[in-house]
């Protein structure tokens, strides 16, 4: 399975984002995927998840998570960004939303930097 985050970028504070987890596999569009953050220095902080049937989990209320199975993609929508949002964002897979939530994923994709000036 491979993941591929895209999306990031540098803004300005109260900017918005929309980032995406593209999967391969028949796998991606069965199982939770969820997006985690890293700002440097910091632990990785569960954001958002969403599973196979669109049931969504968000840690963030500026943050709206969606998927397009037939792309086999999820998205994640940020809005009013801060300088606190500033992090390397990862998507994963994972087999429920209440495992993703504490990290406890089976894939890890590749993150994309999401920059947010003041």
């Known amino acids: 399975v491979q993941l591929q985050a895209s999306g990031g970028g540098m803004v300005q504070t109260g900017a918005s984002l929309r980032l995406s987890c593209s999967g391969s596999g028949n796998i991606f569009s069965s199982r939770v995927v969820g997006w985690f953050r890293q700002a440097p220095g910091k632990e990785r902080e569960y954001v958002a998840a969403i599973n196979w049937s669109g049931y969504t989990d968000s840690a963030k209320a500026r943050f709206t998570i969606s998927r397009d199975n037939s792309a086999n993609t999820v998205f994640l929508q940020m809005d009013s960004l801060t300088p606190e949002d500033t992090a390397i964002y990862y998507c994963?897979?994972?087999?429920?939303?209440?495992?993703?939530?504490?990290?406890?994923?089976?894939?890890w994709g590749q993150g994309t930097q999401v920059t947010v000036s003041s």
């Open positions: 994963a897979l994972g087999p429920t939303i209440a495992s993703t939530r504490r990290g406890e994923v089976d894939y």
